[in-house]
């Protein structure tokens, strides 16, 4: 899973870098009085992502047309299917995947669309092309600027099983669903959204990427981090609050549950379509037998004909489950992973804190430089908590809305399979009972 | 020689057989009363038909299986499973039904009942048994005889068989068939007796016969290639049916899961586990729902197999045809050469080859009266040649009328069981479409109040 979290670059943050880019939220010092109440109640998350998700399917994802409105106050029109004031004014799509060839590598891009009313943006409509590399980029960055909060997850940098060819187009359109949701995710949460490096990432064209991306902190430094952050999650947290042990153990256990999840899912998919290949076979023997029979041949074209139309049912059931569930279940096993690297840089911010506290106890010298730096620490403690109390409430508020949603659409997608059948069925038995009478046997077994 | 004409009064008369100078079963008739055959599809509903054979009615039904051992005839230990029949006669005034006979019988004394009916009822479609071994199972399904589930589904074949003896019009008749319903010990012995084995055409020479013979009756012909075309489809049918259940029952099975699964995470949630939970449940009715939804499905592909193994009956009175034809051609042309023998000898010229006029050049003439004596012999050989070929003719004849009777009237009943079946295939899917239907809506429900 390559989201590797780099350790928190707390200290560097405290320095330079709003954690947020954009318009700056009056009162607080740094970046703790980010989750102010009224941010929250601005819009009901889940509206937005189901208004996202209905909006992408507006926007055939592979036929860009110019013809389509852009100005976004149109687009708010469009997708407003709830009563509530859409406050939405960030609008990302990513599509048209594209190869490309270079001596050292082959690699692909997706087209990243942004339709904004930002002030803070410099134009209305922005497009840019982005590599997965670049994504992941972003996420550290993201994570650096907000280390105990929950940053969606992106797709799996390899599928590891049962994938020949790393480009195969199913594994791209997948990756590229969930590079959307991810974007969108992000301008969803009404923390990331603002923040500066996910603006560039929308905006900046190539070259511009590429110089900005320089001017983060070294690789070396970086890979310090690394290690002090492995070395401080070994010691382990001493004084974990009760409602982050509480929350840590909700992790560990939905983690090996959507784990299942997912695992079950992706085998009934795999066992659906071994149904529908076989099934492919099964309704033209039918046609083949009523070659011989010249007194069965419309009960023998009838069910063949049944058996075929129960197959095209079950090719959609497969694309609906591939579609409603198995994104949706397996974004959620990647968030759990996201989860628990959250939990850690939690813990490991209050180690510090800890470790300076116990340091205080013995070294009596730089009793005054400890006292200070003891406070900050406090400050920053206090601030990520809160930050991670407050994502955790809206996280688990949309992932129950997403998995709810998820499940019920699988189960409806079901109901109208076997409608779609029974239908079919039902047809015939009328065709073949309403016949004459001497048709009917008079052995009834 | 071959055996005795069909002869649909062969039932419960003494000494029924003509055998070849062996000693014959003399099979007394049987004391009294002759009974009434119905045509039944299912132990206990007999319906009156216009085949009526038996002066009552008979309900007849294999209730039971049994796992014995014994010793068999190597005296060796076995395991075998045996079948109650039990056959009840009804009173036609209030229904009410006597058991009359019930007794013990294993599968190879079906096999021995069935192939003493291919021999003295040639041109009978005669009905199958169900098959000694399972075939085109599906992972689920055992293919041990010893299986429960495959014992009872051949009890019920062994049934199905009995049912459709007794409510042939010949067949239902027969004395050895009324024996083995009602006459336990000995019977095997009675059968044995009556040498039909001996009577049996060989292999090897109708296989001679159907690749020598010259004019068929071409609706014999088409008769073979429709039941080579019925038993190759219907095989193949079964192989896919077989592998379909096979896929539906792992979509089936693999959505259990999810109970389990939901269960646990529902310990953990506190708006969405009382959904979770409920969900959970519906998707374990969902899971367990396969395994009754296969098994009428296996009685369905029993249905099938019935016609599987009918076209090799079919066949066999193609083939039967065929050697009485190839037969009878023999015989013609034997006639044919005789005759032209006789003329040769009589007016002495030699148009054919034979070994005579050859002997009689290399070592002379021979007598007059050598001559008149062999004319003698040929022209009684002629005369008896003529005889057996017009009882031959007569009875190829005969065999052709009767066999095609009984095999349009098993065309009538096959058509009107497949379609039956096809039908009955139709209802087990529109019944597993509303359970499904059912259980999707019920965990719907509790999906939506998560």
Partial sequence: MDGERLASGSSELAVGESPRGGAPIPGGSGSCSLMQADVLDLDEDEDDLEVFSKDASLMDMNSFSPMMPTSPLSMINQIKFEDEPDLKDLFITVDAPESHVTTIETFITYRIITKTSRGEFDSSEFEVRRRYQDFLWLKGKLEDAHPTLIIPPLPEKFIVKGMVERFND???????????????????????????????????????????????????????????????????????????????????????????????????????????????????????????????????????SCIDQCCKATEKRMTGLSEALLPVVHEYVLYSEMLMGV????????????????????????????????????????????????????WKQNMQNDLKSAFTDTAEENIRYYEQCLATWESFLTSQTDLPLEEDSEDKI | MEQAPPDPERQLKPAPLEPLGGPGAVLEAAAGEETEGTREDSSGVDTMTGNDFWLKKIEISVSEAEKRTGRNAVNMQETYTAYLIETRSVEHADGQSVLTDSLWRRYSEFELLRNYLLVYYPHVVVPPLPEKRAEFVWHKLSADNM??????????????????????????????????????????????????????????????????????????????????????????LLRVRARVADRLY?????????????????????????????AGHHMDVYASSIDDILEDEEHYADQLKEYLFYAEALRAVCRKHELMQYDLETAAQDLASKKQQCEELATGTVRTFSLKGMTTKLFGQETPEQREARIKV??????????????KNLEGREFVKNAWADIERFKEQKNRDLKEALISYAIMQISMCKKGIQVWTNAKECFSKM
């Fill in chain 2, 147 to 236: 299986d429960p589930d495959f014992v009872e589904r051949r009890r019920i074949g062994l049934e199905n068989f009995l049912l459709r003896v007794a409510s042939h019009p010949v067949l239902c008749r027969d004395k050895i068939f009324y024996l083995f319903l009602t006459q336990e010990g000995n019977w095997k012995e009675t059968v044995n007796e009556t040498g039909f084995q001996l009577k049996a055409d060989s292999r090897l020479k109708a296989l001679n016969a159907t690749f020598r013979v010259k004019n068929p009756d071409k609706r014999f012909t088409e008769l073979k290639h429709y039941s080579d075309e019925l038993q190759s489809v219907i095989s193949h």
């Fill in chain 2, 378 to 391: 040929l022209e009684e050989q002629i005369n008896e040649g003529e005889q057996q070929l017009k009882s």
């Fill in chain 1, 170 to 304: 199913d594994f791209i359109e997948t990756r590229r669903k969930a590079l959307h949701k991810f974007l969108n995710r992000i301008a969803d949460h009404p923390t990331l959204t603002f923040n500066e490096d996910f603006k560039v990432f929308l905006t900046a064209q190539a070259p511009e990427l590429s110089s900005y991306k320089k001017q983060g902190p070294g690789l070396l430094s970086r890979m310090g981090q690394t290690v002090r952050a492995v070395a401080s999650s070994m010691r382990g947290v001493k004084n974990r609050p009760d409602e982050f042990m509480e929350m840590n153990s909700f992790i560990e256990t939905f983690s090996q549950k959507i784990n299942l999840i997912d695992k079950i899912s992706q085998r009934i998919y795999k066992e659906e379509r071994d149904y529908f290949d076989e099934m492919k076979e099964y309704g033209p023997i039918h046609i083949l037998w009523s070659a011989s029979e010249e007194d069965l041949v419309d009960t023998l074209k009838g069910i063949a």
């Fill in chain 2, 250 to 278: 792992g979509v089936y099975k693999v959505h259990g899961n999810y109970g389990r699964v939901f269960s646990e995470w529902s310990a953990i949630e506190k708006e969405m586990g009382d959904g979770l939970q409920s």
């Fill in chain 1, 343 to 394: 939990m850690k840089r939690r813990d490991q911010i209050q180690t510090e804190l800890d470790s300076k506290v116990e340091a205080l106890t013995y070294k009596k010298a730089d009793a005054d430089l400890l006292t200070e730096e003891i406070g900050k620490l406090e400050d920053k403690v206090e601030c990520a908590n809160n930050a991670l109390k407050a994502d955790w409430e809206r």
